[in-house]
Every structure is written in structure tokens, then in C-alpha cells.
């Protein structure tokens, strides 16, 4: 089975950070935490002084190298580029194996490995929901009965998908014959809570004409596990994904979850070469879209009255150059809609995965942030291109009072598809093959 | 390791959260940007001018050493805790008190990073122009207690011609206030002057009154490249006597520019040998012909091409060029000695050309880059720590390069301090008689050295 990299194989990263501080101008939890513990240069010496034995695995130093969104904006303003969010990883890694896993990160970890697990809860889960949940008003999700372990009692939560995604498709839909073969990667939140993020991705691609595979044995992308510290069952998912993936000698494989992207084009590559081969394919929706040149068939679409204003929330994983613009390039295309400047588009929803289970208070406190920017712009809807940030964003909202509606691009896409040639182009054909 | 009762009484000054004596945060409360760590023993988080009062007084009771520090990250060790004790961080303090557009000043608690300070007076349509590299991440206080200057400080001087008074704890406790808000005043000794740059030997700085001016309307940005290092320092001398004072003067020697060629979005092509980047910044009608007046002075020394931004953007890009430089360096070599000598104007061709002849006499790559316009250099001594020798040929070319700084009347820091880093070269620069004078003032303020010991003079008070 592959495996990550061990602490100790980044002695040498380590010693090039030089403690300059970049990182406290950038680091989101810093920012409210206030503590040199919490920011990259901080953990870097934490790493250093455990690997020489100055200080042990204690209580105080798990809670510190839990304080990460694994957001990468330390790495990539690092003057030298130390990769401190895979050291943070590391150091989970080695936490889990000396510690044990917390009874969370275990569950996560459990579940995740286990398709027909998964299954079974999100269909018992969605069974049961009015005994555990109740709905928030304006349909924006769901909100915990009783007190539990790890869920905020006050935190909102998006419904469970009556049918998983992948079980109401068919693995492959036929496009034009000469036209390539996309793989779609799913994600557990598309493919469980967001399948409308789903339909919008099916819609795009079949107005292109693509063809499309849906590998039913794709699983997690790995990097709620790897998170958790988890990196033997990361290791785990990555290699039934790769086999999944590849199955099929696809074109291109495409993903549009932010996270899910970020875990199957970074976090697997050591892995190994047919590993790096895979991170080397996949491709964001967004990204492949505009190289299809779909935004320019968006922009021949009948313009339509009165737009609607839509602010777009940059995902801490879809920062990237390149990736960064995409998103913004389909929206700006789209005939219904205004794409509006929103105040801290580019700040981190607050999410991290994992990092607002157990740190709710400062993940609310950075959702507080962009409450206030959303508030402050014209925008009735805010598009994100991750399913993570959107749950997020749609608890923020409901905390604020506020009554803007939190949505994924691909939905806007689709929405804007409806009726019109290039959204009729290939769908009545498309068939079983 | 200080005793249970210090910390309670820590405790009961500032509460309870804000004192730490957990080995994590001693860890990462042990260093600066020189990398080298010390843990304190304590870190006091305070709210207020009143609760460092409290904890100084106790600290001189107890005999207890106390670190003033605000973001960590100075270049010579100033923040350190070197002796242990009480690593005092004053980032709680963060508050712009007030922007007075009336009377163009600013009242700040030292804990307000510089950026966000420069950003809030800007929207009001002022300016604060001192702009340390570390401007996002330090804090005004940091910037105060070492004198931090910055590319733009050709032109507009450094932190201490912008300083106007503070509120300072002095090492026994007391509050003072130094200066005040007017832009004249001369009641008494100089104490903000004293203050500024005393390295957090002297005082805790708790409020600062900066003055403030109004923001220039545009910039021009240009990067110009010539085929000698010779040409290109001739160029900055030639324009400071040419009576025209850019923003900014910035310039990076072959070796510099090796390290960014491959990087940089700009076509360095292979015939040049050194760069000046010039802005100047004022009335609009003005820059242009500044900046014409300012090609036509270089055209003659050996330029090899010249880029001029046409928009914001274009102007970033160029400075890209600049700031790729520090973090390429490694290419050269993994360990780099830092110093930031400053020599008159007129004397940086001098200069330039006895490091050259340093580096090649020792065989060990020294690269040079910075603040031109006002004769400040970064000398970059890039050396492999795992080679045998390279240590000590660094040490004996900080030495050389000191030397000649100070044969040309130049200092051996021009915005970095002394802090522990230039400590023992101290003697090359200040003759023993000034050195006592100072230490004199120390001793006075701080009978029992509590305050910062072990920073800018080596041997005991």
C-alpha cells in the first residue's frame, strides 16, 4: 500500500523557514487567535523542537497543530516556499499514529472508507432527520434538536440528498462520438448532500457534447482522513480512487469541489508516479470549461433583463492562478446574471474540513468577516466553486440574520441552460451506451 | 524558571489568559528573523499602559529581565529573550486611536501593524511613508523602537522624522510622555529622538503620535538596466547631485539579478549587469518631467534598456523584479549573513566596487542589493555553513566590509539596529567615550538592567 512521507523527511524544508513572519500577514487563524503558536513560523519551530525531543506530545501541542484550515495561503506567500500545510500534515500523520485518532477524526475516517457505511447513514440519517434536525427557515438547511458531541447545537447543516448522486446516474453518458471522454469525480458532498451541484456539471458537459463516466467506484477524495491525521486510510482512499479513476483511459477528470480538487492534485502526489500521473489529469469544472472555450458560448446566449446581482467567494483551494479566474470568467458569462464585487471575496469561509469541529468559535468569528462583506454588497446570491464553502457560507448567512441564498456556479450554469439550444444541444440524446 | 508567585502576580496584573508558561509558547516566543532562539520563561500578554507599569515595577523588585516584542521579526535580535524571563508581547495594544485630518498627525498604540495604519490614513487621503519589506506583518512599536526605514525613504525620510512624541514606561515603572503633537517643540531634552531606535533598551513605547502627510497624487515607475554595476551606482550619485530626489532608488548588483533572471516576468537580457529601480511621485504634470530629467542623467553611463510602467500593474511587475531578489538568494548559497551598511551618496560607487573586490579576494559570492538613493546597502555574505571555512571567511568579511562603511564615513546599519547581531562591532564604530556616554544614559534609566539586557552592548552596564 502507498504511503506519505514521514516528519522527518522534511528536516530540510523546516530549516529554510527564517522565521521572517510573512505568514502572520496571511495566516486567517492568526489573525483572530493572535498567537505565535497558531501561525506557519510558529509550527515550524514546534516541528523542529519535537523532532529534537525538546518538547513532547502533550495536550496544548495537538490543540496547536489542530489550528490550521489547511488553507495554503502560508505556503504560498512564503518567501521560500517551506510547504508548512504538508508539514501540518505530517505532524497529524504522527499524532494519529503515537495518539490515536480523536473519536471524530475516527468516525470521519471510518465512514469515509466505507461507501455502502456511508450509504446506509445518509439514507438512515435523511430518515430520521426530522427526529434529530429541524428546519431553519428559507429552506437554507438544517439545525441540530439536541446537544451532540462535535456539532454545535447552533450550527446549520444542508439537507440530506434524498438519492445519492452517483446512485441516480448511470456510470456512462453517451456524448457526440468525436467529442472526449470526461471523467466526473464526485465528491462525498456532491454526492450525498449537493446533487444539484451534480446536475449542473452533467448539464455543462452535455451541452458540450462530452462524454461522461461517473466510476461508481470512486470514494472520498482522502483529505477529510489525511486531515484527521488519518494517513493510513488517506493512503487508503487515494490508492481505491486512483484504480477507480483510471480504470477508464479517460481525457480528462474533472472535479467541482475546491477540496476535492486540492486533495487529488496535492496531497497524493508523493504517493507515487502513477499517483502524480493522476494529479497531473485532474482538472477543476471550472478551469476545463473555460479551456472548452465555454464561456465564450456562454457570453451568445440572449441576454436577459434585470440580472441578478451574485457576489463569487474565492475557495481557499481554488486560489491558484488559472484556477483563481475561472469561476469568475463562466458567472461574468452568464446571460441572467451581475457579477458584483463583494468585501473579503478572497478571505477564508472559516471551514477548513475538520478545523470548525473543533474550533467553532474562531470558524464562526471568520464567518462573521464575511457576513459583513456579503451584507455590504448588492449580492442576492453568493457563488462559490465548493461545496464545503458553501455549507459554511449558508451557516454564516442563517447566523446573520441575512436572507442572501448560497450556491454553487454550476447551478447558475445549468440554471441559465434551461431552455435554450446549447442546454437542449446533446441532452434528449443522451443515452446508455 | 521563575517562581510559582511571579507568575501568579503576572497573572493577577494582566488575567489569567493573556500569561503563558507552557513550553509550546515559549518555543515560539524564543525567536526573531536572525533565527536565533532563546525561551523566555514567561509570556505576558498586556492590554494597557497601566498593567506594563505594574509588571516593570515588579520586574525591577524582582530582578526579573523583561523583553519587549511585537511581531518577531527583526533582523538583529532585538526581541530576543537572551537572559530568559518576561517575553512582554504588545500586540494586544493594537488600536489607531485617531486620524486628525485637521492637523495631520495620528495617535496609535504600538501594537497597529504598519500596513494597516498606512491603509487606514490613505483612505482619508493622507500618508505614512515609511515602508519597511516587513510592513504587512510589523508592528508600528517594532518599527519605532529599531528606526525602520524602507525604499521610500529616499525621498521621505525614515520613522524617527515622522515620530512626534509617545507615551513610554520607563524600565522603573514610570509613564511618560515624550514630545507632543505640534510640529515644533523644544521644552526640555529630546526624549522621542532618544526613544526611537533605542531597541527597546530605554522604555516601552505605549502610544505614538506620528505625523502624517497628504497623499501624492501619482507615481512613476521605472526599472532601467545598465551593462556595469559601476555605471549604475554613477547614475544614483549623478542624480542626488543633479538636485532631483526620487521616491525611490533601488538597485541590485549581477549576482541579484542572476537570481531573478529566470523568474522575473521581464526580459533581463544578458548584457546587463546592474538595475535601478526609480519612482518618483507627486503632481502629475511634475513626473514626467522628473522622469525624463532622470533617463536623460542615466543615458550616458551604459544602460541597456529601460522599462517604464504605463499603469499601476505594470509598475507592481517591476517591482516584482526587486522583491523576488531576497528569497532566490538560496540559489546562490543556503546560509546568508545580512548586514544593511549605509554609506554617504556619493560614495556608494566606492563601495560597491570594495565588496566586489572583498568577495573575489575571499572567493566566497557576496550580493548586493537595496536602498541606493539614500547609500543603503544589503550585503548579502552567501555562504554553505557545512563547508569547512566559509564561517570564518564570512566573519572576516563582515569585518572588511565594516571597515571600509566606516572609512568612507559610513554606519554598519542603516535601519536594521544592533540589537545581538552587530553587538560585538560595535567598537569599530563608536569610540569608547561615546560608548560610556551611552551606557551612562542606560545605567541612569535602568540601575538594574532589567529592561532588553544583552541588546546592543555586549559587556555588562
Known amino acids: 500500500m502507498s504511503k506519505h512521507k514521514d516528519i522527518e523527511a522534511y528536516r530540510k524544508q523546516l530549516r529554510e523557514c527564517v522565521k521572517c513572519g510573512t505568514c502572520r500577514a496571511h495566516c486567517p487563524v492568526f489573525k483572530q487567535v493572535q498567537s505565535e503558536a497558531v501561525v506557519a513560523r510558529g509550527k515550524i519551530s514546534l516541528a523542529e523542537a519535537l523532532m529534537n525531543d525538546e518538547i513532547e506530545l502533550d495536550r496544548r501541542l495537538i490543540s496547536d497543530i489542530s489550528q490550521c484550515l489547511a488553507c495554503g495561503r502560508c505556503v504560498r506567500k512564503c518567501p521560500n516556499q517551506v510547504p508548512t500545510d504538508e508539514i501540518i500534515l505530517a505532524l497529524r500523520r504522527r499524532i494519529g499514529r503515537e495518539k490515536g485518532l480523536t473519536l471524530f477524526g475516527r468516525g470521519v475516517s471510518t465512514v469515509l472508507q466505507r461507501p455502502w457505511l456511508m450509504n446506509l447513514l445518509t439514507r438512515l440519517g435523511r430518515m430520521f432527520s426530522w427526529l434529530v434536525f429541524r428546519k431553519v427557515p428559507q429552506n437554507s438547511g438544517l439545525r441540530l434538536r439536541f446537544p451532540s458531541p462535535y456539532i454545535s447545537r447552533d450550527r446549520t447543516i444542508p439537507e440530506i440528498a434524498p438519492r445519492a448522486f452517483r446512485q441516480s446516474h448511470p456510470e456512462f453518458i453517451a456524448g457526440d462520438e468525436d467529442k472526449p471522454l470526461v471523467t466526473f469525480f464526485t465528491g462525498c458532498m456532491i454526492n450525498h448532500m449537493l446533487p444539484e451541484i451534480g446536475d449542473g456539471v452533467l448539464a455543462a458537459l452535455q451541452s458540450l457534447g462530452m462524454n461522461i463516466l461517473i466510476p461508481k467506484d470512486q470514494g472520498c477524495c482522502g483529505l477529510p482522513a489525511l486531515c484527521a491525521g488519518d494517513g493510513k486510510g488517506a493512503a487508503c482512499l487515494a490508492d481505491r480512487n486512483l484504480e477507480a479513476l483510471t480504470a477508464h483511459k479517460a481525457d480528462f477528470i474533472v472535479t467541482a469541489c475546491a477540496s476535492c480538487h486540492s486533495g487529488l492534485t496535492k496531497h497524493f502526489r508523493d504517493l507515487g508516479p502513477d499517483h502524480a500521473a493522476l494529479a497531473d489529469k485532474v482538472m477543476d469544472i471550472h478551469e476545463f470549461l473555460v479551456d472548452q472555450g465555454f464561456d465564450e458560448k456562454l457570453l451568445q446566449l440572449p441576454r436577459q433583463e434585470n440580472p441578478q446581482p451574485v457576489g463569487y467567494h474565492v475557495p481557499c483551494h481554488l486560489r491558484e492562478p488559472g484556477l483563481k479566474e475561472a469561476p469568475r470568467k463562466l458567472l461574468s458569462a452568464l ?16 471551514l477548513g474540513g475538520t478545523f470548525s469541529v473543533y474550533h467553532y468559535d474562531i470558524s464562526k468569528k ?57 442546454g437542449q444541444a446533446n441532452r434528449t440524446d443522451a443515452k446508455l451506451r | 524558571m521563575l517562581e510559582k508567585r511571579i507568575i501568579n502576580i503576572l497573572r493577577d496584573i494582566v488575567g489569567k489568559e493573556y500569561v503563558s508558561t507552557e513550553k509550546t509558547d515559549r518555543i515560539c516566543y524564543s525567536y526573531d528573523a536572525t533565527q536565533q532562539q532563546f525561551y523566555p520563561d514567561v509570556i505576558v500578554r498586556p492590554a494597557d499602559a497601566e498593567q506594563i507599569s505594574l509588571i516593570l515595577k515588579m520586574a525591577n523588585a524582582e530582578n526579573i529581565p523583561v523583553y519587549p516584542r511585537g511581531a518577531g521579526s527583526g533582523f538583529t535580535g532585538g526581541s530576543v529573550p537572551t537572559q530568559g524571563g518576561i517575553a512582554l508581547v504588545l500586540t494586544r495594544l493594537d488600536r489607531i486611536l485617531r486620524i486628525d485630518q485637521d492637523n495631520l498627525i495620528a495617535e496609535v498604540e504600538p501594537g497597529v501593524i504598519t500596513a494597516s495604519l498606512q491603509k487606514a490614513v490613505e483612505e482619508v487621503g493622507l500618508f505614512y511613508p515609511p515602508d519597511p519589506a516587513s510592513l504587512k506583518f510589523s508592528t508600528i512599536g517594532g518599527n519605532v523602537a529599531e528606526c525602520a526605514g524602507g525604499p521610500r525613504c529616499v525621498k521621505y525620510g525614515v520613522t524617527k522624522d515622522y515620530v512626534l512624541g509617545m507615551q513610554v514606561v520607563t524600565p522603573q515603572g514610570d509613564v511618560i510622555r515624550t514630545g507632543g503633537e505640534t510640529m515644533k517643540g523644544v521644552v526640555g531634552y529630546d526624549l522621542t529622538k532618544l526613544m526611537v531606535g533605542s531597541e527597546g533598551t530605554l522604555g516601552v513605547i505605549t502610544k505614538i503620535v506620528l505625523k502624517l502627510l497628504p497623499k501624492p497624487e501619482a507615481k512613476k515607475t521605472m526599472l532601467v538596466m545598465f551593462d556595469s554595476i559601476d555605471g549604475a551606482a554613477r547614475t544614483v550619485s549623478n542624480i542626488i547631485r543633479g538636485k532631483i530626489i526620487p521616491t525611490t532608488l533601488e538597485f541590485m548588483d549581477a549576482t541579484a539579478l542572476e537570481c ?26 511634475l513626473l514626467e518631467r522628473q522622469a525624463a530629467r532622470i533617463l536623460e542623467i542615466a543615458a550616458p553611463l551604459g544602460v541597456v534598456h529601460t522599462s517604464i510602467a504605463a499603469s499601476d500593474e505594470e509598475s507592481e511587475q517591476l517591482w516584482q523584479v526587486r522583491r523576488s531578489v531576497s528569497p532566490s538568494l538560496r540559489k546562490v548559497n543556503p546560509d546568508k549573513y545580512n548586514e544593511d551598511i549605509c554609506v554617504p551618496r556619493s560614495k556608494l560607487p566606492d563601495m560597491i566596487r570594495a565588496i566586489e573586490a572583498i568577495s573575489n579576494n575571499l572567493g566566497i559570492p557576496i550580493v548586493n542589493f537595496g536602498h541606493a538613493g539614500d547609500g543603503n546597502i544589503h550585503v548579502n555574505i552567501m555562504v554553505d555553513r557545512s563547508i569547512d571555512g566559509h564561517e570564518e571567511k564570512a566573519e572576516i568579511a563582515i569585518r572588511e566590509i565594516f571597515a571600509k562603511t566606516l572609512e568612507l564615513g559610513g554606519t554598519m546599519s542603516g535601519e536594521h539596529g544592533v540589537g545581538t547581531s552587530k553587538a560585538p562591532y560595535i567598537p569599530m564604530e563608536l569610540d569608547s567615550a561615546t560608548v560610556v556616554y551611552m551606557k551612562a544614559i542606560k545605567r541612569a534609566l535602568d540601575p538594574k538592567n532589567i529592561l532588553n539586557p544583552g541588546k546592543i552592548f555586549l559587556e555588562d552596564l
Open chain 1, 335 to 350: 446571460p441572467s446574471i451581475r457579477l458584483v464585487d463583494m468585501k473579503h471575496a478572497g478571505a477564508c469561509c472559516g
Open chain 1, 366 to 422: 471568520l464567518g462573521a468577516l464575511k457576513a459583513e462583506g456579503i451584507r455590504d454588497s448588492e449580492a442576492e446570491i453568493v457563488a462559490t466553486a465548493c461545496p464545503g464553502c458553501i455549507m459554511q457560507l449558508q451557516d454564516t448567512i442563517n447566523h446573520a440574520g441575512m436572507s442572501q441564498q448560497v450556491c454553487h456556479v454550476l447551478e447558475l450554469v445549468a440554471a441559465d441552460l434551461k431552455n435554450t439550444d446549447l
Open chain 2, 260 to 285: 531573478v533572471r529566470q523568474n522575473a516576468d521581464l526580459d533581463i537580457p544578458e548584457s546587463a549587469r546592474a538595475v535601478l529601480i526609480i519612482e518618483v511621485d507627486g503632481d502629475r504634470e
